[in-house]
């Protein structure tokens, strides 16, 4: 099977219901920009972590779900993948068991660390770019409200775990002075 199939090379692509749409579309915005998150999550690991690259790896995997429902302009298809509330919630309970080796947060922090730390910290902030633009795509077009909680729970859940990883690799953290 060949890679390359020129049908994107007038600026359209198609959905998994075989619909084309420009590659400017909210809906390829939206999934482009998840695969840009599951790419930064692949640079993290291995981190160095056993523990922080077992909860990448599932990431990585729901996010390609995500990839995929975005895809389909059918948000209820029953045959399609979907991200449902129980991987939300897989989130939550994750960075629960994780913050409890974290101190409190008492104010904002810089971002950046350890080299791990900072890929963290640089993959939470493309995640909210992705929250935005599925909130974007939200606004048009029906979406799995399942897969926009969690993307906006994987940002805080990325965070965690870049302060967890800098914790551990003995860097402090840096709050911004106003």
Same mark, same amino acid.
């Given at each position: !099977? =060949?890679?390359?199939?020129?049908?994107?090379?007038?600026? !359209?692509?198609?959905?998994?219901?075989? $619909?084309?749409?420009?590659?400017t579309?909210?809906?390829? /915005?939206?999934?482009?920009?998840?695969? /840009?998150?599951?790419?930064?999550?692949?640079m993290?690991?291995? @981190?160095?972590?056993?523990?922080?690259?077992?909860?990448?790896a599932?990431?990585?995997?729901?996010?390609?779900?995500?990839?995929?429902?975005?895809?389909?302009?059918?948000?209820?298809?029953?045959?399609?993948? *979907?991200?449902?509330?129980? *991987?939300?919630?897989?989130?939550?309970?994750?960075?629960?068991?994780?913050?409890?080796?974290?101190?409190?947060? /008492?104010?904002?922090?810089?971002?950046?660390? @350890?080299?791990?730390g900072?890929?963290? *910290? *640089?993959?939470? $902030?493309?995640?909210? &770019?992705?929250? &935005?633009?599925?909130?974007?795509?939200? @606004?048009?077009?029906?979406?799995?409200?399942?897969?926009?909680?969690?993307?906006?729970?994987? @940002?805080?859940?990325?965070?965690?775990?870049?302060?967890?990883?800098? =914790?551990?690799?003995?860097?402090?953290? /840096?709050?911004? $002075?106003?």
């Open positions: !099977m =060949k890679i390359y199939t020129g049908r994107g090379d007038e600026g !359209m692509t198609d959905l998994r219901d075989m $619909s084309r749409v420009s590659k579309s909210a809906r390829i /915005e939206a999934y482009g920009t998840v695969d /840009e998150v599951n790419s930064l999550v692949g993290v690991r291995p @981190s160095g972590h056993d523990d922080v690259d077992e909860k990448l599932a990431v990585q995997n729901h996010l390609h779900i995500i990839q995929a429902d975005f895809a389909n302009p059918d948000a209820d298809d029953p045959d399609a993948p *979907h991200i449902e509330a129980d *991987h939300v919630e897989r989130l939550e309970s994750w960075m629960d068991d994780f913050d409890d080796e974290l101190d409190p947060l /008492e104010s904002f922090i810089l971002p950046g660390g @350890s080299d791990t900072a890929k963290l *910290h *640089h993959a939470r $902030s493309v995640c909210r &770019r992705a929250e &935005r633009r599925a909130v974007a795509l939200a @606004s048009d077009e029906p979406v799995n409200d399942a897969a926009v909680a969690y993307l906006n729970r994987l @940002s805080d859940a990325l965070f965690v775990w870049a302060r967890v990883v800098n =914790k551990r690799d003995g860097v402090r953290e /840096e709050s911004p $002075s106003y």
